[in-house]
């Protein structure tokens, strides 16, 4: 470009032929391609020179160009004024349009139907409605408002800025309607939250024979994915697939954005793998889809396809991988894939240093995370509560609470997301005294109402400690609806305070909460069974049986050599699965010797009489134990993490294998960390 603008810089005057031909060059230029803004000046400064006094092509262009023009115009006129205001609105400069068109106002011109749209999408945009109404009572009296530009402008600002209703009343008055104004409409009850209104506006405008637009098929579908309403979502697809709309990338990636999250991920897959054109938006909204659906392994599978295609990540890329492989505990490769950016990046940009903040906590390296932390030249709430949670949930509960003193000191106010990072470090260490604490100063200092996890976390940190009375009292305190999750702390402290009475009373009440959670159904059997009531425990297993109730499995895996590895129960699938028994095997003995003895009295454990006999030395976590030792060098990190709750026997097997192999051995499992060194766990056996 830069060669062009030199080239037509030194012609020399020409004739006037050549003259007009200059012109129209320049012109085309700038309509295709925004310019640099020095070159557009060393191309005004030619054109004034070759006596062109005609700049209003320039105004379109480059907007403070356009400005600079402007105010060179010794006489502008309602053409210039227009101009102008069009490509301030263009460059999204509303502010600045609205100032010229009072200017314009003041200096006594008479504004048209080619002022209003713009001057009317600026307001609208800046939800500026009082500037607004101002502008709407000038133009009654122009008589400009039957255009229907003018009048879709209108609809637009009162649609926008929340005057829905005054929308409707211009709307209807509307003889003839267009996209523009239908979108309008859609679009204003979408953001007023009306989103099953917006649908019904959208199918009335079919039912009139309006041909939608890409623009208006977004917000549709956006509407759709608010909704969670993936039935209507296939209509709004079936319609796009119908009017062959679904080759347009922005409508092609709403729809692949709709179904991820409505956790459709093969129909989401299947419109991703038929478009032609994808753009980094496209592949990020994938990856996060499979990333937030539970399909962290698929996420980076894709994550790799699109790296094979040369596509560079973006921001959003980057935080559906990186939490992908905090769902893996996958240290390695989140470490990689951060390469794509520069670290620049993620400690100036929030949402990126958080989620690599996440990535390392959640893999367990409360090292890294903390470089990062202290790096950030940003820290928003969001930054100290990743960081609060990440040590929280390492075991990190002193310099958890100290960060929490830093932030208080600093003057940055919590939430209640603080909090739940708070209450976890107590019930991770048992400190009930400082979780009483938090809990009140919540509500006492910072006027945060606790949320249900807020209630959840106290049931939790209470009932562990043995203080069942107290949490149950708690629990019918509780303002809101108890859900599953409270009952489900509180059967928590019945484990392992064995207070079976109570754990009876909660699984029934667990039960009709959530039906197709078989672990319910096989605790409360083996508390029939255990008290000798036969019948009922026979009973709730047919009940089971029955309605199809199928139990979770358990399965761990783990990260060799940038690739996942996963185990089940007495899983035989591994092409190593040779070696990895007659490791186990070893091991075995080696425990044996150590004076370790299978603890198979799991009754409040949600274990299934066959996984029982399959014998605990072959839970899943044990296989991928035994695989990592035999793949890694003595000196490295063991890591796993476990779909469910470690069970007390591999708890404690794994505290002798740590000392038995010299290793450290971390374990996630769903609920926390699991440090393992010289015998000894971080959790202290309290989990
Ligand atoms: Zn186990
Ligand atoms: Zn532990």
């Known amino acids: 470009m830069a060669v062009v603008a030199t080239a037509i810089a030194t012609t020399s005057v020409p004739s006037g032929r050549l003259l007009s031909a200059a012109a129209l060059d320049l012109k085309n230029?700038?309509?295709?391609?925004?310019?640099?803004?020095?070159?557009?000046?060393?191309?005004?400064?030619?054109?004034?020179r070759l006596g062109l006094d005609d700049c209003s092509s320039f105004l379109t262009g480059h907007p403070a160009h356009a400005l600079l023009l402007f105010s060179q115009t010794t006489k502008p006129n309602l053409f210039h004024?227009?101009?102008?205001?069009?490509?301030?609105?263009?460059?999204?400069?509303?502010?600045?349009?609205?100032?010229?068109?009072?200017?314009?106002?003041?200096?006594?011109?008479?504004?048209?139907?080619?002022?209003?749209?713009?001057?009317?999408?600026?307001?609208?945009?800046?939800?500026?409605?009082?500037?607004?109404?101002?502008?709407?009572?000038?133009?009654?009296?122009?008589?400009?408002?039957?255009?229907?530009?003018?009048?879709?402008?209108?609809?637009?600002?009162?649609?926008?800025?929340?005057?829905?209703?005054?929308?409707?009343?211009?709307?209807d008055e509307m003889p003839v309607t267009n996209v523009v104004s239908w979108t309008a409409m859609i679009s204003g009850y979408i953001t007023q939250g009306k989103l099953k209104e917006s649908i019904e506006v959208f199918r009335k405008s079919l039912e009139m024979g309006l041909k939608p637009d890409s623009f208006t098929i977004v917000r549709v579908l956006?509407?759709?994915?608010?909704?969670?309403?993936?039935?209507?979502?296939?209509?709004?697809?079936?319609?796009?697939?119908?009017?062959?709309?679904?080759?347009?990338?922005?409508?092609?990636?709403?729809?692949?954005?709709?179904?991820?999250?409505?956790?459709?991920?093969?129909?989401?897959?299947?419109?991703?793998?038929?478009?032609?054109?994808?753009?980094?938006?496209?592949?990020?909204?994938?990856?996060?889809?499979?990333?937030?659906?539970?399909?962290?392994?698929?996420?980076l599978e894709l994550f790799f396809k699109m790296e094979a295609e040369n596509i560079k990540p973006d921001c959003f890329t980057m935080v559906g991988v990186l939490s992908a492989c905090s769902k893996l505990g996958a240290l390695e490769l989140g470490e990689r894939v951060t390469q794509y950016m520069e670290m620049n990046d993620f400690v100036s940009n929030p949402v990126l240093g958080t989620a690599l903040i996440d990535m390392y906590a959640k893999c367990g390296s409360m090292a890294r995370s903390w470089v990062i932390f202290e790096r950030m030249s940003e820290r928003d709430l969001i930054v100290w509560n990743a960081m609060i949670n990440g040590l929280s949930m390492t075991g990190h509960?002193?310099?958890?609470?100290?960060?929490?003193?830093?932030?208080?000191?600093?003057?940055?106010?919590?939430?209640?997301?603080?909090?739940?990072?708070?209450?976890?470090?107590?019930?991770?260490?048992?400190?009930?005294?400082?979780?009483?604490?938090?809990?009140?100063?919540?509500?006492?200092?910072?006027?945060?109402?606790?949320?249900?996890?807020?209630?959840?976390?106290?049931?939790?940190?209470?009932?562990?400690?043995g203080l069942l009375e107290e949490a149950y009292q708690l629990i019918k305190e509780m303002p809101m609806e108890v859900n599953a999750v409270v009952w489900g702390a509180l059967l928590g402290g019945c484990r392992i305070h064995r207070n079976i009475d109570l754990a009876e009373h909660v699984l029934k009440k667990l039960i009709v909460l959530e039906p197709q959670n078989s672990g319910n159904y096989v605790l409360l059997s083996n508390i029939y069974a255990l008290n000798g009531r036969w019948d009922e425990s026979e009973k709730l297993r047919l009940t089971m049986k029955r309605s199809g109730i199928q139990k979770t499995r358990g399965f761990s895996w783990v990260e060799l050599n940038a690739a996942i590895h996963e185990f089940h129960v007495g899983d035989n699938s591994h092409p190593m699965s040779g070696q990895i028994y007659s490791k186990l095997d070893e091991l075995t003995k080696q425990l044996k010797a150590a004076g370790y003895t299978p603890r198979t009295e799991v009754v409040l454990f949600d274990i299934e009489n066959e996984e029982k006999e399959h014998s605990l030395e072959h839970h899943s976590e044990k296989v991928a134990i035994a695989f990592l030792l035999i793949n890694t060098q003595p000196e490295e990190t063991i890591r796993v993490v476990k779909n469910l709750r470690v069970c007390n026997d591999c708890h404690s097997a794994i505290k002798l294998i740590s000392k038995i192999y010299c290793r450290e051995i971390i374990v996630r499992d769903n609920n926390r960390f699991h440090c393992f060194r010289e015998g000894a766990c971080t959790c202290n056996d309290y989990w």
């Open 29 to 48: 230029l700038l309509f295709k391609e925004s310019l640099p803004f020095s070159d557009l000046k060393l191309i005004h400064g030619r054109y004034l």
């Open 81 to 171: 004024y227009n101009t102008a205001i069009r490509g301030l609105v263009s460059a999204n400069l509303m502010v600045e349009a609205v100032h010229l068109y009072s200017n314009m106002r003041r200096e006594g011109f008479s504004p048209d139907n080619f002022t209003f749209p713009f001057v009317l999408k600026a307001c609208a945009c800046l939800l500026d409605l009082e500037t607004g109404v101002k502008i709407h009572a000038q133009l009654l009296k122009t008589g400009f408002e039957l255009d229907v530009f003018v009048k879709t402008g209108l609809v637009s600002l009162y649609a926008k800025c929340g005057g829905l209703d005054d929308a409707q009343k211009l709307f």
């Open 222 to 299: 956006t509407a759709c994915t608010q909704l969670g309403d993936v039935n209507m979502g296939e209509w709004i697809h079936e319609l796009v697939a119908e009017k062959d709309m679904d080759r347009n990338v922005f409508v092609a990636t709403s729809l692949v954005d709709m179904y991820t999250k409505c956790g459709r991920m093969e129909r989401a897959r299947h419109v991703f793998n038929g478009m032609v054109h994808k753009d980094v938006v496209t592949w990020s909204a994938m990856i996060g889809g499979y990333s937030s659906n539970g399909l962290p392994k698929e996420a």
């Open 397 to 465: 509960e002193k310099a958890c609470f100290g960060l929490f003193a830093q932030m208080e000191k600093l003057h940055v106010s919590p939430d209640g997301n603080t909090f739940i990072g708070l209450l976890c470090a107590c019930t991770h260490t048992g400190l009930v005294e400082d979780g009483r604490a938090y809990f009140n100063r919540m509500g006492q200092v910072y006027c945060l109402s606790p949320r249900i996890e807020h209630y959840g976390c106290m049931v939790d940190l209470l009932g562990r400690n």
